[in-house]
């Protein structure tokens, strides 16, 4: 009966969204309130009647009802509560669901919190969200129901894939869906604005705290799931290019780019073509990364469909969605006229290069990723684009854009001065060039893009403390006065302050855990030791055990350093009971400097003769920065948008203005 409840909850939530969909955009083209009215409480309808499919699936896998073929095939009686609850979204069906539930969400938000946007504007909008949510509701219900019920019911289920369950791995997926769909209100504002022929900065004060609260939880959920490969899959590593990797850094990079966008729009009234534009691509990186990851064309853990129909269906919506989009805006774009004007060098101009960098980076991505599909789909071969291509292309196109960021917030608005900002920032030159040298000085058998990415981190992160203490007018004023300006600095600049350290850190992790990490792969016996960047492993042995539904190999290593123990790790080997499938999980332990990382594998023959293991030790320098720089960043995210500007949204449009806009249909 719960199975049944929440299909019924799912078709009656398809026909809200057909309403809300046609009723509202027909009214806001006639100008009729009554139905332009109708959009918020649909929304608010739609999202409630999700919510009650998603209670239902979720009461389905907690009481294991393996009557519900999406339960049996994805669950099982031993699993732990947590990850019952996480195999909701941990196959095909149930993560389409968890898509359309936060689809709502986002839609039933505006609905709620929207009373100051013009009616027309309001209506527009959600009836875009609703027809998104139209052509998903149908691929849902049509290929991938998760209500299916089989008969007669098997007596257990094939459990959830035991990569799958890992408390990083339970809240990744909902944090890049948050990202993913979020994305999905730019966009709607976007068409909106298309369709009612005008953008302005009021429409860039109501597009970026959805933009920006989407950018937060894409970089929260491309962190989790980085972290989760780090400790999870035991190479050691923390980003491979992999195509689903991919598929969730394109949105983030032209995300970010949209934000940049979109303050350009707000503060100085052009770029709104462009800005429009991004929040298509944005967008459409998002259903392309839907696409790759749900079509069956990739082979990952995170790619669950294997039926063609669905990757076809996906597609066709894919097609309709972004064509259409693109040839709206090929249609009512040259109608948005940018006022604005501004000289190369000048904030503008920094902002503007900065999005046709994180464009550039993201069309090689693209390409990158789809390359290889696209050539074995015309019988052209199997290639594989990796990690040489990605590293020798993206990482020389995003160096100026981090010289620049530090250089562009200290230029004016409009028309800048490049020397006098440059003069400014001789801390960061100096800071830079320790950066270098020290990088050079510590550690001389490294690649040169090492002392690169190292004086780059030095260069942002003075650099953005050079632009807050210009802010404030540090040393320029008297110290009283330079302290009450930083306490009443806007909550949005201090996010944006936060959010560039952050990514000054994250780079000097990310150089250091690429450029400089060490690995010493052997069989060890009990009692045998290895030295590694100066740390001194020592094999103590590994004992078997169980675990609430794997059997454990656990190993036990004792770290020294200049003859001092250091930490005691215990990494594990794990097979689980239903799949027979091994998981690993690594022994780490993470210092300032870096990272000490060992690995438990198979039974082997040591070197002496002796029975021994396979064993994997690392020494990741700096990774812990990374980590650390990512939540700096969503930090940053989530300070921005506790700022009244944001919470508040911008002030209600003239009266007057509501007609004009009717009229431009």
Not at 95 to 107: E, T
Request: net charge neutral.
């Amino acid at each position: 009966m719960i199975a049944e409840l929440g299909h019924y909850a799912l078709a009656l939530a398809l026909f809200v969204a057909i309403v809300q969909a046609t009723l509202p955009l027909i009214g806001a083209h006639r100008g009729d309130a009554a139905w332009m009215a109708l959009a918020r409480p649909a929304a608010l309808c739609q999202f409630l009647l999700v919510a009650v499919a998603f209670g239902c699936l979720t009461h389905l896998y907690i009481t294991s009802d393996f009557s519900v073929l999406n339960v049996a095939q994805n669950s099982h009686t031993d699993k732990p509560l947590i990850y019952k609850i996480s195999g909701v979204w941990g196959n095909h069906e149930g993560s389409m669901l968890l898509w359309v539930l936060i689809l709502a969400l986002f839609g039933s938000a505006v609905a709620a919190f929207g009373a100051n946007l013009p009616p027309s504007l309001r209506a527009r909008v959600l009836s875009v969200q609703a027809l998104i949510a139209v052509g998903f509701y149908l691929f849902i219900l049509m290929t991938s129901n998760p209500f299916d019920r089989l008969i007669p019911a098997p007596p257990n289920g094939n459990d959830l894939n035991p990569l799958l369950q890992d408390p990083g791995l339970a809240i990744h997926p909902p944090m890049l869906y948050l990202g993913y769909v979020g994305f999905s209100m730019a966009f709607s504002f976007a068409i909106a604005a298309l369709i009612e022929g005008r953008v302005d900065a009021a429409w860039a004060r109501w597009v970026r705290p959805w933009t920006l609260a989407a950018w937060a939880f894409l970089t929260a959920g491309i962190g989790l799931g980085s972290w989760w490969a780090y400790y999870e899959l035991g190479w050691g590593g923390w980003w491979y290019w992999d195509p689903v990797e991919n598929a969730s850094f394109m949105p983030w990079l032209a995300g970010t780019a949209l934000l940049h966008s979109a303050t350009v729009v707000e503060k100085r009234d052009t770029l709104k073509g462009w800005t429009i534009l991004l929040a298509i691509i944005t967008f459409s990186m998002s259903l392309l990364g839907t696409f790759l990851v749900r079509s069956g064309v990739l082979t990952s853990v995170h790619a669950f469909a294997t039926d063609p129909a669905r990757g076809v269906f996906i597609l066709v919506l894919l097609i309709i969605v972004i064509g259409g989009s693109l040839a709206l805006y090929a249609w009512r774009g040259p109608q948005l006229v940018s006022t604005g004007l501004f000289q190369p060098i000048s904030r503008e101009g920094g902002l503007l290069f900065n999005n046709l960098v994180m464009a550039t980076a993201t069309a090689v991505v693209l390409l990158g990723t789809l390359y290889p599909l696209l050539l074995d789909a015309v019988d052209g071969g199997k290639v594989s684009v990796g990690p040489p291509f990605f590293n020798a292309v993206f990482i020389p196109i995003m160096i100026p854009m981090i010289v620049v960021m530090a250089i562009g917030p200290l230029l004016s608005w409009k028309r800048g001065d490049w020397r006098a900002a440059v003069v400014r920032l001789w801390p960061a030159m100096i800071a830079a060039a320790i950066g270098a040298v020290g990088a050079w000085a510590l550690v001389t058998d490294g690649p040169f893009l090492g002392i690169v990415g190292m004086a780059l981190a030095a260069w942002l992160a003075v650099g953005t403390l050079v632009e807050l203490a210009e802010r404030v007018r540090l040393f320029r004023e008297p110290m009283g006065r330079s302290l009450s300006r930083l306490t009443r600095q806007p909550r949005a600049s201090w996010g944006m302050t936060l959010a560039h350290f952050g990514l000054a850190v994250t780079i000097a992790g990310m150089t250091g855990a690429g450029a400089w990490v060490k690995e010493s792969i052997q069989v060890m016996a009990p009692g045998d030791t290895v030295t590694l960047s100066g740390y001194e492993f020592r094999f103590d042995g590994a004992r078997q055990g169980t675990g609430p539904n794997y059997a454990t190999t656990l190993g036990h290593f004792t770290v020294f350093k200049d003859g001092r123990e250091i930490v005691q790790l215990t990494p594990e080997k794990r097979v689980y009971n239903v799949s027979g499938t091994p998981t690993t999980e690594a022994g780490i332990d993470s210092l300032f400097s870096g990272d000490i990382y060992a690995v438990v594998g198979d039974r082997g023959t040591a070197p002496s003769g002796k029975p021994g293991f396979v064993t994997r030790l690392y020494f990741n320098p700096l990774v812990a920065w990374m980590w650390a720089g990512l939540m700096i960043m969503v930090a940053g995210g989530a300070l921005s948008l506790t700022d009244r500007r944001h919470r508040v949204g911008a002030p209600t449009r003239s009266t007057s203005a509501a007609p004009a806009a009717a009229g431009a249909d």
